[in-house]
């Protein structure tokens, strides 16, 4: 067997023991069981627990059309508000939404913090590698048009500082009573994206005909839904 097939046939493995167990409950030998392995040898392709969940949502992001889409857009004013836009869109969703596994990565990623830090730290690496070309392409052509300032410091910071503030506001709405009222869920989404946008360094005109555009759109598809 390849040494691409054994790794698949782990990751497979692992995907159905993080399904039945969850993270807690699997254990590296437990994947190594199910993969019909030794552990010593599952560790050759993966070397925590960790690094295993972590490669399954790269591969879960990279299977996920949408997003895929808007990674292959043309760098653009217009891209970079849909990359913050989404990423909004994507944790404000955790707490109002039915999967709870998507509530379970999210106090994952709050442990790991707090913790040793190494599930964080390689979710942050598929994150950069996955999103960080795109949004530090988007925000040059942004600069280059007019739309926005140039940044002084590493403008992948910026990405990174608009991803900690967004998980932050997703992690005060996941328990059963919210640890802050922040209002209806649009306005909410609407007040997050400007303030990120701006703080990347959009000017209010950009934010205004990109964001404004795209909500537009999203409202329209809202009233046909609810007419049908």
């Given at each position: 067997m390849t040494s691409d097939l054994r790794r698949q046939l782990i990751l497979g493995a692992a995907k159905r023991c993080f399904a039945r167990h969850g993270y807690n409950g699997t254990t590296t030998k437990s994947v190594a069981a199910a993969a019909a392995?030794?552990?010593?040898?599952?560790?050759?392709?993966?070397?925590?627990?960790?690094?295993?969940?972590?490669?399954?949502?790269?591969?879960?992001?990279?299977?996920?059309?949408?997003?895929?889409?808007?990674?292959?857009?043309?760098?653009?004013?217009?891209?970079?508000?849909?990359?913050?836009?989404?990423?909004?869109?994507?944790f404000l969703q955790i707490a109002d939404g039915?999967?709870?596994?998507?509530?379970?990565?999210?106090r994952l990623m709050a442990t790991s913090h707090l913790d040793d830090g190494e599930f964080a730290r390689?979710?942050?690496?598929?994150?950069?590698?996955?999103?960080?070309?795109?949004?530090?392409?988007?925000?040059?052509?942004?600069?280059?048009?007019?739309?926005a300032r140039p940044c002084a410091g590493d403008p992948l910071n910026l990405f990174w500082f608009a991803h900690h503030a967004v998980m932050t506001a997703a992690l005060t709405r996941l328990p059963a009573t919210p640890c802050l009222a922040y209002g209806r869920a649009t306005d909410l989404e609407r007040q997050l994206c400007e303030f990120l946008l701006r703080g990347i360094g959009l000017n209010d005109?950009?934010?205004?005909?990109?964001?404004?555009?795209?909500?537009?759109?999203?409202?329209?598809?809202?009233a046909i839904a609810e007419s049908a």
């Open positions: 392995i030794s552990e010593a040898l599952l560790f050759k392709h993966f070397p925590s627990k960790a690094a295993l969940y972590a490669e399954i949502l790269s591969d879960e992001c990279e299977a996920d059309p949408a997003l895929m889409e808007l990674l292959e857009r043309e760098p653009s004013t217009a891209t970079l508000v849909e990359v913050i836009r989404g990423m909004v869109e994507h039915p999967d709870q596994e998507e509530a379970q990565r999210l390689l979710l942050y690496a598929k994150i950069e590698t996955l999103i960080g070309a795109v949004f530090f392409a988007s925000l040059e052509r942004a600069v280059a048009s007019g739309d005109a950009a934010i205004a005909s990109h964001l404004g555009r795209n909500q537009a759109a999203d409202a329209n598809r809202a």
